[in-house]
């Protein structure tokens, strides 16, 4: 016997009705920098999932001490300029033990209805030993009536050893459908790493 609520079937035959959400994952895109100056996703990001998801993997640079940061824009555009609200924290510890422990927010991380790229972890280190990873979460970026709003985890080193995970979130301020983001460091190319590109079911 089906269950169903205002013409939606919610369970039928002991399964989840196919419009059920589940917090599934279903892998869309995998890019793998390479000495990369930007990684750019310019597919995939559409009204088929309500929530999108890009995971970071061992994204390393090429040069000591940058910033890694997001953008994002619409149809066909490639100025990557939206306006960003957006609130920033971290959480920090050197790998000697030193007394460099910290909790707070970062002010100097964040953005007022800002254009710029929006940070996701900054000072990673160019050794062998330090990248950055994590995960970025944008949420019904197809909307066409409300802004767009996201959650973002970063754990990085950072280039004096220290190991910090960074957390944002925030809102894209616009009613236009977003269509693609882009990744890049502040400075230099994305030396290796892989990002993909998740739609949450």
């Not at 390479?34 to 390393?60: G, L």
């Not at 953005?111 to 019904?140: E, H, P, R, S, V």
């Not at 995970?165 to 030396?191: C, E, P």
């Amino acid at each position: 016997m089906a269950v169903i609520s205002n013409g939606t079937t919610i369970i039928d035959a002991g399964a989840l009705g196919g419009s059920i959400a589940t917090g599934a994952l279903k892998l869309l895109q995998t890019q793998t920098a390479s000495s990369s100056a930007t990684i750019d996703f310019t597919s995939n990001i559409d009204s088929t999932y309500k929530s999108y998801i890009f995971k970071f993997i061992n994204i390393h640079p090429a040069t000591d001490n940058v910033d890694f940061s997001w953008q994002t824009d619409t149809g066909t555009n490639t100025n990557y300029n939206q306006t960003i609200t957006s609130t920033a924290f971290r959480a920090a510890h050197a790998e000697d033990g030193s007394a460099i422990a910290a909790l707070g927010y970062r002010t100097s991380d964040d953005q007022a209805q800002g254009t710029a790229f929006n940070l996701l972890g900054y000072d990673t280190g160019a050794d062998n030993d330090q990248n950055i990873c994590g995960k970025l979460q944008l949420f019904d970026p197809s909307n066409s009536t409300f802004v767009k709003h996201f959650i973002a985890t970063m754990q990085n080193t950072v280039q004096d050893d220290v190991s910090q995970q960074h957390s944002s979130a925030g809102y894209v301020n616009t009613t236009t459908a977003l269509t693609r983001v882009r990744f890049k460091f502040s400075s230099g190319n994305i030396d290796a790493g892989i990002i993909k590109l998740y739609g949450v079911l």
